[in-house]
């Protein structure tokens, strides 16, 4: 069940950036500076940090390894409105397909108990697999709210 609400709401944030061109993907509603490229290159960056580099404890791959995220937080957002929209949706997919390939591995392998590598801050406790699906659900319901205010506010269009 947690997987198929993931899958929907990636699948929600693919249908709010469909068929839309690079200036359209780039577009604000404002005042928020956010835009559907900047949502789908950070939700990008999510898939890896939490399924990859939290889960398993591997460091991120590129085009994230090189960037000083302390320096520069929203690089992700920032950068965004300068990819095309074939370049967004592959990094998007890639990233989505390499957490599907982990997930089906930790899931038969270990279930939804399985401890993340990195830990939560203070307490030092690691994450279980269920409570970052649960996690991932929320980020991506949280920021399709954004994308479809985004979208309705380029072309009118609504709905999931």
């Not at 399924?51 to 991120?60: E, I, P, T, V, Y």
Request: aromatic share 8%; proline share 4%; glycine share 6%.
């Amino acid at each position: 069940m947690l997987r198929s609400f993931l899958d929907y709401h990636r699948d929600t944030l693919r249908m709010k950036a469909s068929d839309l061109t690079q200036e359209q993907l780039a577009a604000t509603h404002p005042p928020s500076t956010l835009s559907l490229a900047g949502l789908l290159k950070h939700m990008a960056l999510v898939e890896e940090a939490w399924f990859s580099d939290a889960l398993l404890g591997n460091k991120l791959g590129p085009p994230w390894a090189d960037i000083d995220f302390d320096a520069d937080p929203d690089w992700e957002f920032r950068t965004a409105a300068d990819d095309s929209p074939e370049e967004l949706r592959r990094l998007f997919d890639a990233a989505v397909a390499n957490s599907d390939a982990i997930l089906d591995r930790v899931l038969a392998d270990t279930g939804l108990e399985t401890l993340s590598q990195e830990l939560r801050g203070q307490s030092g406790e690691a994450f279980s697999l269920r409570w970052i699906l649960v996690h991932m659900i929320e980020e991506y319901a949280r920021h399709n709210g954004h994308a479809d205010l985004i979208r309705e506010s380029i072309d009118g269009a609504t709905g999931e």
